[in-house]
């Protein structure tokens, strides 16, 4: 009897059967959907973090350069400062009268000897 039951309702069971295998796809599908979708969010969290370190580093790199720069212009501009200020001097003391075949006067020999104390510091 039981044979002759399946045999009747064969049709209900194969629908019934191929239901519970759908759904169990179905599922399954949606499961690796949610696996999928936390992957991506980690591999995104990752990336942003790799792109925040990068910019940081760029930032870090871009100061040391506009130091540098910064460093080299000001020194630039207190050799500019050092240059003008002895060519004022040595020219009013070019001006004065020299006597005794002396190439410098004590203000001469004075403002060259500050020159030597400076470049050898």
């Not at 969290?45 to 040391?64: E, V």
């Not at 540098?68 to 501009?77: C, G, I, M, N, P």
């Not at 001097?89 to 403002?111: H, T, W």
Request: proline share 1%; aromatic share 8%; glycine share 4%.
């Amino acid at each position: 009897m039981n044979w002759y039951l399946l045999w009747k309702y064969k049709h209900w069971i194969a629908i019934a059967v191929l239901s519970f295998i759908c759904l169990g796809q179905l599922a399954y599908t949606n499961h690796l959907g949610g696996e999928l979708r936390k992957a991506e969010a980690a591999c995104t969290a990752k990336i942003d973090k790799i792109h925040a370190d990068n910019a940081k580093a760029l930032t870090a790199q871009q100061n040391k350069l506009n130091q540098a720069s910064a460093d080299y212009e000001k020194l630039k501009s207190e050799q500019r400062v050092k240059t003008e200020t002895v060519t004022r001097e040595v020219q009013k003391i070019i001006d004065r009268p020299v006597y005794l075949n002396q190439c410098f006067d004590d203000d001469g020999v004075s403002a060259i000897n500050s020159l030597i104390a400076v470049d050898s510091s």
